[in-house]
C-alpha cells in the first residue's frame, strides 16, 4: 500500500499516537520509506530506533509509547503482541521505580484471560517487578494484554 505525505493513513494515526512525541517526523518515515519494504515494516524499524536513542536518555515515557506502537502493528497484522507488551511494562516499571514507587499493582479489564486475573490486583515490589516481569503473565492467552499497572 503506497502513501504520500499529509494523507489521513497509518503514518498520520502513527505519528499522531507516539511518533511526533518520540521525535519521528512525516519527513522521517517518507525519507525511510523503501518501496520493497512495507509501511508496517518502515515504522517498526523506526520504533526500534527511537527506542535505542530514547533509553539512553532514560526517557522511559517514549519508549512506553513505541512499544505501544509496536504492539497495535503486530496487532493490525493478526499477531500475538505479548512478547512486546512484556518490554513496554519492563520500562513502565522503571519509569514508575524512577519516580519514587516502591510496588506496582496490575488491574486488569473484564476480557482478560484466567491468568491475567490471577494477578489482578495483586501488590507486587517495584524490584520484583523489574527483576520478574510479571506482565503478561507467561501463561497469558491473551493475544494482546490489556493489563494496567
Known amino acids: ?34 518501496k520493497k519494504f512495507s509501511i508496517n515494516d518502515t515504522l517498526w524499524s523506526l520504533c526500534i530506533e527511537y527506542i535505542l536513542k530514547n533509553r539512553i536518555d532514560e526517557n522511559f515515557q517514549n519508549v ?13 497484522e493478526g499477531k500475538n503482541s505479548n512478547y512486546v507488551t512484556k518490554r513496554r511494562f519492563y520500562f513502565n516499571y522503571l519509569q514508575y521505580k524512577k519516580s519514587g514507587c516502591s ?13 491475567c486475573k490471577k494477578i489482578d490486583g495483586m ?4 524490584d520484583d517487578a ?4 510479571p506482565l503478561p503473565p507467561k501463561d497469558c492467552t491473551c493475544k494482546r494484554c490489556t493489563c494496567v499497572i
Open 123 to 126: 501488590e507486587i515490589l517495584i
Open 103 to 115: 510496588f506496582v499493582i496490575p488491574v486488569c479489564t473484564d476480557e482478560a484471560c484466567d491468568a
Open 130 to 133: 523489574i527483576k520478574n516481569q
Open 64 to 76: 512506553q509509547w513505541l512499544y505501544y506502537a509496536m504492539e497495535r502493528i503486530l496487532e493490525e
Open 1 to 34: 500500500m503506497e502513501w504520500k505525505r499529509g494523507e489521513k493513513t497509518k503514518v498520520k494515526r502513527f505519528l499522531d499516537f507516539a511518533g511526533k512525541s518520540c521525535g519521528i517526523s512525516e519527513e522521517i518515515i517518507f525519507n525511510r520509506r523503501q
